[in-house]
């Protein structure tokens, strides 16, 4: 299986201020990306999805950006709450491929 | 179901002990995959299910692990002689069709090895 590494990256904000997570993807073949977040204890939720021929998607409070010249993906989270406290993956699909690869995660702690 | 489903929540068990992990898919989802994550680490990728095509085993760790679908719903993942390297948490997943509605996970089964 694809390897990642031990120590994730942490990204630590204040509530209400606005959150950046980036992801460097790695096939420059791939169509289809998704965020997910993920609990303590529960399975990845899924967040927002974008197609390669979008370079960008807003959701309720969130919105990718995709850049595939550098390969490159991005979740903003606006006014971030407690709640939104977890880790947070990016998966990218290869394009006529069948499984999600996952980056390796990025842990956001939200102060109160 | 309303989401996915797997079961046992947690297991453990003695080294060289046979497991089975069960999944119950989103009714009327075609696509099911299992994943493997390791302690503070992403997903790594097992095994993928898709009606009655023959599953995609690429990321199958060895030849101790095994998987089946039975009626294209619910399927078995099956580690024979575990190891402790096998502990983690097993993740079960469901889409409508490949990979292009964003996967429903279930909360998987943590493994303990001892």
């Known amino acids: 299986g694809e390897s990642v590494g031990l120590h994730l990256p942490t990204l630590s904000v204040q509530e209400g201020d606005n959150s950046i997570i980036n992801c460097a993807y790695s096939?420059?073949?791939?169509?289809?990306f998704i965020w997910y977040k993920q609990e303590s204890g529960k399975g990845p939720q899924f967040i927002i999805d974008?197609?390669?021929?979008?370079d960008k998607r807003q959701g309720q409070r969130v919105t990718v950006l995709l850049n595939k010249t550098v390969k490159h993906l991005s979740l903003q989270i606006a006014a971030t709450q407690p709640g939104d406290s977890a880790v947070y993956f990016c998966?990218?699909?290869?394009?006529?491929?069948?499984?999600?690869?996952f980056g390796a995660g990025t842990i956001l702690r939200v102060k109160s | 179901g309303a989401g996915v489903s797997q079961s046992p929540s947690n297991k453990v068990t003695e080294k060289g002990k046979d497991v089975e992990l069960r999944c119950d898919p989103i009714?009327?989802?075609?696509?099911l995959y299992w994943y493997r994550q390791s302690l503070g680490q992403g997903l790594e990728f097992l095994i993928y299910?898709?009606?009655?095509?023959?599953?995609?085993k690429s990321g199958l760790p060895s030849d101790r692990f095994s998987a089946e679908r039975t009626g294209g719903s619910v399927s078995t993942l099956t580690i024979q002689r575990t190891q402790q390297e096998d502990s983690a948490v097993y993740l079960c997943?469901?889409?409508?069709?490949?990979?292009?509605?964003?996967?429903?996970f279930g909360s998987g089964t943590r493994l303990t090895v001892v």
């Open positions: 299910f898709q009606g009655n095509s023959a599953p995609d």
């Open positions: 009714s009327g989802h075609t696509a």
């Open positions: 998966a990218e699909k290869v394009s006529g491929g069948n499984k999600l690869v």
């Open positions: 974008i197609r390669s021929n979008m």
């Open positions: 096939n420059s073949a791939s169509d289809y």
């Open positions: 997943a469901s889409s409508s069709s490949s990979a292009r509605d964003g996967y429903t």
